[in-house]
């Protein structure tokens, strides 16, 4: 009889233990040097700061991760919160309309984008991959040609001359100040936990994204499965331009778009999370703040803004690796 390598039990144990644990750890190691480089790292007002720039990106890489889920891919998410934040300011500035009014209208566009991506994918057979990321330049067209390639902004000046008269309600506008914008963030975090982890719904969604064929013969009804995912990303991602309109005030061109990187690295960090190996929401949220807690303290550095996506895409690159070689 052989007897056990020892050595590779050890190794192996060494990586699950990592695997479980090495993003929380490197969050700590993260927040210890930033600590020691920073005095101020730890303040109460510099905890708030990464809390608050992580709540856009969580809330969009919320949605990413439903859609993950279903095996999945919304490329579109960034485009998506795009448009949400367009037309929520539009309505406000160029319509004068009402904050629930404005509210729904955004939600109602960014669902016909779900639905339009749930429609291509479910039954034109398009990979997911290759249709959303068709639909991210798509919407990211139809946001600049709604906005004629304008900034929104109260007081703006409109195509015929004249200044627009609609203001933001104040309501609104504390929707992305501290605490409402953190409280929105968690409470996405913790919805999407339960129905995802404690629901028929969820499972049912878990099962599709492990073997599609295996879940349809069981009697889940895939394809309302896969709308119900695609809708889902579509109302986040319309959450999170809603949030962002309501924090800086204005609708830019493609403002959601600079949010897609950091919630799809977010989603995917997320796997490993606890040892997880799946797309879950306390994952995703933890991912966000790795995230977050890095950009935060790169910043107080003054390490170049530009040098920034190198250190988030070798990140990404590092978890997607743990990720893959958990799932060999």
Not at 96 to 123: D, E, R
Not at 128 to 157: C, H, K, P, W
Request: proline share 2%; aromatic share 12%.
């Amino acid at each position: 009889m052989s007897e056990p390598d020892v050595n590779h039990s050890s190794s192996f144990t060494i990586f699950q233990f990592l695997y479980r644990y090495g993003t929380i750890i490197l969050i700590l190691l993260l927040i210890v040097g930033f600590s020691l480089a920073n005095s101020s790292f730890l303040q109460t007002s510099n905890v708030i700061t990464i809390l608050r720039s992580i709540s856009i990106v969580t809330i969009i890489a919320i949605g990413i991760t439903i859609s993950l889920a279903v095996g999945g891919f919304d490329l579109s998410a960034g485009s998506t919160a795009s448009l949400s934040n367009a037309v929520v300011m539009s309505m406000f500035v160029w319509y004068s309309q009402a904050t629930l009014v404005s509210v729904s209208i955004a939600i109602i566009a960014c669902l016909v984008v779900g639905l339009f991506n749930a429609f291509m994918i479910v039954k034109i057979k398009i990979p997911d991959l290759l249709m959303t990321l068709a639909t991210m330049f798509i919407i990211q067209g139809v946001a600049l040609t709604y906005t004629r390639g304008a900034t929104i902004s109260e007081n703006m000046i409109m195509s015929d001359g004249s200044y627009a008269e609609g203001s933001i309600p104040s309501f609104f506008s504390n929707i992305g100040q501290v605490p409402y914008i953190i409280i929105i963030m968690l409470t996405c975090v913790v919805f999407v936990h339960l129905f995802l982890t404690y629901t028929k719904h969820g499972r049912s969604l878990y099962i599709i994204g492990g073997n599609e064929e295996a879940a349809r013969l069981s009697g889940i009804a895939v394809n309302k499965y896969k709308v119900l995912a695609y809708l889902l990303s579509a109302f986040f991602a319309a959450l999170g331009g809603i949030v962002l309109a309501s924090r800086v005030m204005t609708a830019e061109i493609n403002a959601g778009g600079s949010y897609l990187m950091d919630a799809v690295a977010a989603a995917f960090i997320g796997f490993a999370v606890f040892g997880a190996g799946k797309p879950n929401a306390i994952g995703t949220f933890i991912g966000a703040i790795l995230i977050g807690v890095l950009a935060n303290g790169l910043v107080m550095l003054s390490v170049p803004y530009y040098a920034m996506d190198i250190v988030k895409g070798s990140v990404l690159a590092f978890a997607l690796a743990i990720t893959y070689y958990k799932l060999k």
